[in-house]
T-cell receptor
Framework: AQSVTQLDSQVPVFEEAPVELRCNYSSSVSVYLFWYVQYPNQGLQLLLKYLSGSTLVESINGFEAEFNKSQTSFHLRKPSVHISDTAEYFCAADRGSTLGRLYFGRGTQLTVWP | GAGVSQSPSNKVTEKGKDVELRCDPISGHTALYWYRQSLGQGLEFLIYFQGNSAPDKSGLPSDRFSAERTGGSVSTLTIQRTQQEDSAVYLC??????????????FGPGTRLTVL
């Protein structure tokens, strides 16, 4: 079975500080990996995704994630956070070419303080 | 184009009543997914449709839960004899349904169900 682990349930940081949200997955087959963000009282929005090719993927708002096959990780990073980045972040994986459900981590609540 | 829409946005019901939650996927998306988000449980998969058939319904928690999809578009999730533990946000997602790199799931805003 496939599983996704987010190691931190809550990450508090100050504005303009760097942040890393950790995600590990377990799988014996190739996977696609995703980060979704959920702002307060809103639905899930796709932040970025890794499908193949370059292991570093970026979002339009300054987040990046690096796929590391040897460590089975897909950590999300941002060099300088804003208060508006406060949200819950979910890491997810699917089974790549096989259509089906997403496997979600439990989520990490990022809170950015002024 | 329009995103995934869900109705109602909020539903309050009494224990033992039946409820129906509706999902309208993105036009042209053949795959549709239902998930549940509750405190302490994170995001749980419920059921997945490809067209009108459900290849994977392994996440439905009990036989009180059922879902159908008609015309390859709108889906309804029905919960019979609701219990307080059914209180959660029910999320619907849709994707192109072709598999592979193009098949990203896009989520609706959810229906918040409260069972009193």
């Amino acid at each position: 079975a496939q599983s996704v682990t987010q190691l931190d349930s809550q990450v508090p940081v100050f504005e303009e500080a760097p942040v890393e949200l950790r995600c590990n997955y377990s799988s014996s087959v190739s996977v696609y990996l995703f980060w979704y963000v959920q702002y307060p009282n809103q639905g899930l929005q796709l932040l970025l995704k890794y499908l193949s090719g370059s292991t570093l993927v970026e979002s339009i708002n300054g987040f990046e994630a690096e796929f590391n096959k040897s460590q089975t990780s897909f950590h999300l990073r941002k060099p300088s956070v804003h208060i508006s980045d406060t949200a819950e972040y979910f890491c997810a994986a699917d089974r790549g070419s096989t259509l089906g459900r997403l496997y979600f981590g439990r989520g990490t609540q990022l809170t950015v303080w002024p | 184009g329009a995103g995934v829409s869900q109705s109602p946005s909020n539903k309050v019901t009494e224990k033992g009543k039946d409820v129906e939650l509706r999902c309208d996927p993105i036009s042209g998306h053949t795959a549709l997914y239902w998930y549940r988000q509750s405190l302490g449980q994170g995001l749980e998969f419920l059921i997945y449709f490809q067209g009108n058939s459900a290849p994977d319904k392994s996440g439905l928690p009990s036989d009180r839960f059922s879902a159908e999809r008609t015309g390859g578009s709108v889906s309804t999730l029905t919960i019979q004899r609701t219990q307080q533990e059914d209180s959660a946000v029910y999320l619907c997602a849709s994707s192109l349904g072709v598999g592979g790199a193009s098949d990203t799931q896009y989520f609706g805003p959810g229906t918040r169900l409260t069972v009193l």
